[in-house]
């Protein structure tokens, strides 16, 4: 059984990767890891599916990082860090009660955010609803 992707290489050094094939612009190459690091034997892993989304959300492939970040959020229902993305990629797409319910479950869940951020992400919904 695979411990981590891609022959041995850990989360942190795949993001390097990652991040140098963007760099790069080899999206295909980028794309491929993306959907290595989603696949069911590492989508256990919260950090190998929010890399994921990360890649599928730089190279346009929205639907696949929402999909990814669900699956990650289910698997730690507490954080709300993937709702905060969710909702950024929902607000991208034009998605606005999306994108506002994920920003409310962010402020539900994110106790730990700076007051700073929250106020951030409490203006953010504000906005979003004089859009409605």
Do not use: W
């Not at 999206?27 to 256990?44: F, G, N, P, Q, V």
């Not at 929010?50 to 990814?68: D, N, V, W």
């Not at 409310?104 to 106020?119: C, I, P, V, Y």
């Amino acid at each position: 059984m695979r411990t981590a992707v891609l022959s041995g290489l850990a989360i942190s050094t795949a993001h390097l990767y990652a991040e140098l094939l963007l760099l790069l612009r080899l999206r295909s190459k980028a794309e491929y890891l993306a959907h290595r690091l989603s696949d069911d034997e590492t989508a256990a892993r919260p950090q190998a599916l929010s890399l994921a989304a990360s890649i599928f959300e730089r190279t346009g492939k929205l639907e696949l990082a929402l999909q990814c970040y669900t699956k990650a959020s289910d698997s730690c229902p507490d954080e709300a860090f993937y709702h905060v993305e969710m909702a950024s990629i929902y607000e991208k797409q034009g998605d606005v009660q999306n994108a506002v319910n994920n920003y409310q479950k962010a402020l539900s869940k994110g106790d730990g955010f700076a007051a700073q951020f929250r106020e951030k992400i409490a203006t953010k919904v504000r906005d979003l609803q004089d859009l409605k």
